[in-house]
């Protein structure tokens, strides 16, 4: 019974990806130039693949293998053991960087020119630290806990705060349980409201302005609360690149380098509430970005604009406003869409409710949140990243040629429209079927009756299809 | 005024993007309500018995 249902979504599935691309030959489907045949055949194909990994996943994966501990320590490394000095040295090496890089970014976005180009600031935190630091996290592992400038100027702050209280310092209060990561999950929606809301939220003034208020906040919350407590639930930056190093197969726990099977470091993100609505703002925010850059947002924006508009708002806020409308739209649709889908998984048994069913599969949704990011800002990381040679050099925009690179370009060659089309797909896709493997090793030890856990991967798999379609007609329209 | 028949290029190829989604949907929601009767048969069933 169970192989019958399993083979007919993949029947489904597989009549759908015979039938449609003849289909979707016919007239009033564009197609772009470069690439052989139409963008939204590959839709199908993306599907088709989802369907297929499924069906494998149920045959082939019948015991959890992620949820298991798999971490080793590389080398003669003893996880028991003190910190090796080695790392105390790099911790401190790093956190010192962070903290000048901090600085900077402070220091050129407050007395730098306020031309964004040619200002560091943009570069280096919507480029650099944005998406790049979301890739070296997938390769490495939590880079950023140990870059992080607020935790490493917190440290030693506790520690001479210590010193100059001459005693035990007040206990830090009891972090509200109930409040969870929704910090950081507002933290990281004000983030990107600064970077696709605000109108000027790419001067470097603004970014500055920014920092200043978000590391005010973060030391506060550190000190009420503890910093690792904070860095755990309210430090949006900490959360968000702690949930994409968990990917990567490295980890080092109490300072020893180790290896893990990837993705199994999801397996402990720890459910706590708050976790559902952050991992919406990172996929819902990627989501908006694209969806603006299309023309049906921009067809709705000026609507949207004349509402506000006749509120009384200035036309640069009624503009604002339009968008943070889309932004919230985009993070809600996700949530909503995600929720549906847990929904779903509820009907089919288990006595779960819909709240620890929707905490305990959002681990699954990470790597699809880094298809988006890896999808969408891959261009952006290769062509602009590269500007970094000459912002290096003269961060404020001065004519500094600090270390040799002023003169140095763009090269817009390094990779082409095809190529680029063919990596995004191939980022969404993998990014899905390790979702779908991620849920699939979860339902297995949830559920007691493994046809239960098969069953409730058909909504997750409903939702896995959906969040495929919507990033590639994203892509497609975002690139037209 | 304009038909959206003339510019249904425009829109189609956006609809093209549903189609494994409703169809999935439309999948997942026969199967549920195909499980939902057999299983009220079976509580019939056992109710006779």
Known sequence: MRRRKVLGAAGLAGAALAALPAGTSAHGISQRADVPIPEEVFVFGASGVLVVSFVLLAFFWPTEKLERETWRPIGKGDPRGAQPAFWQVIDVFCGAVGVLLLGLVLWAGFDGVQTPAANVVPTFVYVIFWNGLVLISILFGDVFRAFNPWRAAAIPAAWIAGRVAKGPLPPTLRYPEGLGRLPAALGLALFAALELVIDDGNLPRNVAIATLIYSIATWVGMALYGIETWLDRGEAFSVYFNLFSRVSPLERRNGVLGLRKPLSGLTGVTQLPGTVLFVAVMIGSVTFDGFKEGPTFTSWTPHLSDFWNSLGFSLKHSLELANLVGLIGAIAAIWGFYEIGVRGARTVGGGFSQARLARAFVHSLVPIAFAYVAAHYMTQLLFQGQAMAYLGSDPLGRGWNLFGGRDSGIDYGVIGATATWYWQVGFVVLGHVAGLVLAHDRALVLYDDAREAVRSQYWLLFVMVGFTSLALWLLSKANA | ?49
């Open chain 2, 1 to 49: 005024m304009t038909l959206p028949l003339a510019h249904a290029g425009h829109w189609l190829e956006s609809v093209v993007y549903l189609v494994p989604i409703v169809g999935f949907g439309l999948w997942l929601a026969y199967t549920t309500i195909q499980d939902r009767r057999r299983q009220r048969r079976e509580g019939g069933d056992d109710a006779d018995g």
